[in-house]
């Protein structure tokens, strides 16, 4: 199985400010053929199903605000809210899918300072 | 508009059994792979079962492999996931999720679709 490491686990970041989560994979996610990483980002408020931000380590999935932004190729991998606001308070889990099982980071808490 | 509902959850005792059903609207489940996926109170995201578009090839997770059984009626446009010799450790919130690519087969993706859950408590 490719686990999925976050860090930190929880964060807390000034409204307007820049945060940043990390995410590493145990094995490479990229698949060499179509030069993609295999590597997706969700958010979960309480209460709530997670919802996709990125997918191909870097794609903005339709409707996600620009100041979302996915980078990173190969085992490591960033999540950056470049100014935050304070609807982004939320648990956010990178998740592989290069192979199977599809393996989910233990989550990163993000808050406001 | 794309949906996904969950029912069927609730409380089962230790060795014992749930139906757990997902009906789709807004889309053909036959058109796509789907998956459950299960978080634990306060905890993460674990993958617990994938299938087909026609239902021929499934997949499980080893945690629940030999426990669990996922299936789909595409005429009823459900998925469902029959849950037997329940421990406390299946206790969680499940969710039924699309794959994001357009395909009939299942393979590891990104979920783009996701129900609201239906919690499952296994306790004595």
């Known amino acids: 199985d490719i686990v999925m490491t976050q860090s930190p686990d929880s964060l807390a970041v000034s409204l307007g400010e820049r945060a940043t989560i990390n995410c590493k994979s145990s094995q490479s996610v990229l698949w060499r053929s179509n030069n993609k990483n295999y590597l997706a980002w969700y958010q979960q408020k309480p209460g709530q199903p997670p919802k996709l931000l990125i997918y191909w380590a870097s794609t903005r999935e339709s409707g996600v605000p620009d100041r979302f932004n996915g980078s990173g190729s190969d085992t490591d991998f960033t999540l950056t809210i470049s100014s935050l606001q304070a609807e982004d308070v939320a648990v956010y889990f990178c998740q592989q899918y290069f192979s199977s099982p599809p393996f989910f980071g233990q989550g990163t808490k993000l808050e406001i300072k | 508009e794309v949906q996904l509902l969950e029912s069927g959850g609730g409380l089962a005792q230790p060795g014992g059994s749930l139906r757990l059903s997902c009906a789709a609207s807004?889309?053909?489940?036959?058109?796509?792979?789907m998956s459950w996926v299960r978080q634990a109170p306060g905890k993460g995201l674990e993958w617990v079962s994938g299938?087909?578009?026609?239902?021929?090839?499934?997949y499980y997770a080893d945690s629940v492999k030999g426990r669990f059984t996922i299936s789909r009626d595409n005429s009823k446009n459900t998925l469902y996931l029959q849950m037997n010799s329940l421990r406390a450790d299946d206790t969680g919130v499940y969710y039924c999720?699309?794959?994001?690519?357009?395909?009939?087969?299942?393979?590891?993706?990104?979920?783009?679709?996701w129900g609201q859950g239906t919690m499952v408590t296994v306790s004595s």
């Open positions: 999720a699309r794959r994001y690519t357009y395909s009939t087969s299942w393979h590891p993706d990104a979920f783009n679709i």
């Open positions: 299938i087909s578009g026609s239902g021929d090839s499934t």
């Open positions: 807004g889309f053909s489940i036959s058109a796509y792979g």
